[in-house]
């Protein structure tokens, strides 16, 4: 992805953000964004999602880290695009796990089951590549992903979820924390419940053939922007199976081989 000026004129992209700043502001999802910037207009969604991350970051929020989205083959399919996207993680959108994520506090929930990766080194110089990707990692964690949508009946086209800023809406960490050394990403084997009963199973081959090939695309995509990935910083590699809906009151509980389990609950 270049850094080239959006083809989108400065006034659509202000006018997008304006309209998924409002549905987060008010709690009402909003009409998709792409009358404004496109469907798959990659510079001007971007461009989007820069302009309320600097908004947030500017009323006090904190940058934790990243979230890959699009990592499932079969998803890009459904989107009609070719690689993944990314969106920001702040301080505020991390749950305890066990917790409860109180009602409203995030829009259209859905959940998925990841690997989270937590970095002991910045990503900002040198070839990116998987070795030293790898060698950055200081640990995994098994982590729920909860997916929130500012766009209404999640009716989004890729242009749309990457002005939403990946249609990040918080996410939980496991307890268990396993260096690399321990781990093989690739093998793991995921099982996600909600309420009791299984609703996604998966393994870390399906995201990119290896999570860790998420995080090299990320690394290379964060520092072509000028923001390059951090040591303390959290990165969700992207699901391991379905997302899945889920209603108020719902239990979700998942574990990922080798890292344990996490588990958080939606108040009613």
Not at 134 to 160: K, L, P
Not at 174 to 184: C, K, M, N
Request: proline share 6%.
């Amino acid at each position: 992805m270049s850094q080239t000026p959006p083809a989108v004129g400065t006034d659509s992209i202000a006018a997008a953000a304006a309209r998924l700043r409002q549905a987060a502001a008010t709690g009402i999802p909003a009409a998709p964004v792409r009358d404004l910037i496109g469907r798959d207009d990659i510079e001007a969604a971007y461009a989007v999602q820069q302009r309320l991350t600097a908004e947030r970051i500017a009323a006090g929020a904190a940058v934790v880290g990243r979230k890959i989205g699009l990592t499932s083959a079969a998803v890009q399919q459904q989107l009609g695009v070719d690689q993944p996207d990314f969106g920001v993680l702040f301080d505020d959108m991390e749950y305890p796990d066990g917790s409860a994520v109180p009602a409203g506090a995030v829009l259209q929930p859905r959940v998925e089951a990841e690997i989270a990766f937590v970095l002991r080194a910045d990503l900002a110089e040198g070839p990116l590549d998987h070795a030293q990707v790898r060698d950055a990692v200081d640990h995994a964690v098994a982590a729920i992903e909860i997916c929130g949508s500012r766009v209404a009946d999640w009716d989004i086209s890729f242009g749309d979820t990457v002005a939403d800023n990946a249609s990040a809406g918080g996410y939980v960490l496991g307890a268990q924390r396993v260096p690399l050394s321990r781990f093989d990403p690739v093998a793991a084997r995921m099982t996600m419940t909600v309420d009791g009963e299984t609703v996604s199973t998966g393994s870390g081959a399906a995201c990119l053939g290896d999570p860790v090939n998420a995080v090299v695309w990320l690394a290379r995509q964060a520092r072509e922007l000028g923001e390059p990935l951090r040591a303390g910083q959290v990165v969700l590699s992207g699901a391991l199976g379905p997302m899945r809906p889920v209603a108020p009151g719902a239990a979700v509980h998942a574990t990922v081989t080798g890292l344990g389990a996490v588990s958080v609950t939606f108040s009613a």
